[in-house]
């Protein structure tokens, strides 16, 4: 059933460390401490968040074709290293209508060259980049904007 009120977050391999891994680039914030803010601040704008993390790219791709499925409002998404390996994620986004926003904490284009490439960006609606977990408040407030 559409549930155009429902926006999926969805966190790619290792960002279930965050606040232990490498806080000089990614911050102490954990997870959860992004996912409290966020609920708080799509419980205020009246919208559903969905938010899951998984080390599995598969599962990112299953997930993305979920929200597709339920006429999601919208997927905000931090692939990780994914990012800048995943012709899958760059598919399965290119497949599905809902539009998807590509997050990071750091902002990839200013670290090893490894990471300026995004096969997800090269399909996603837009990207915010380098704000720490206010990439994520920013992606929500795009996400409500669409
Ligand atoms: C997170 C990761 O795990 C990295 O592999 C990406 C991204 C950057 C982030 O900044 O959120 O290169």
Redesign the pocket.
């Known amino acids: 059933m559409a549930d155009a009120r429902k926006i999926y977050v969805l966190n790619g391999?290792?960002?279930n460390m965050l606040g232990t891994r490498e806080p000089d680039i990614?911050g102490y914030d954990t997870l959860d401490d992004i996912a409290g803010r966020m609920e708080d601040a799509a419980n205020r704008a009246h919208v559903e968040i969905d938010f899951r993390q998984s080390n599995h790219e598969g599962h990112l791709v299953d997930w993305l074709q979920e929200a597709h499925a339920e006429g999601a409002h919208a997927v905000i998404l931090?692939p990780?290293?994914y990012?800048?390996t995943s012709i899958a994620l760059h598919d399965a986004i290119k497949g599905i209508t809902v539009p998807v926003i590509e997050v990071?904490?750091?902002n990839?284009h200013a670290?090893e060259p490894f990471?300026h490439k995004s096969f997800v960006g090269m399909a996603a609606r837009g990207t915010i980049?380098g704000f720490g977990p206010l990439s994520y408040m920013l992606a929500l407030e795009a996400a409500l904007e669409l």
């Open positions: 391999p290792n960002l990614y931090n990780g290293a990012t800048h990071h904490l750091s990839p670290r990471r980049a």
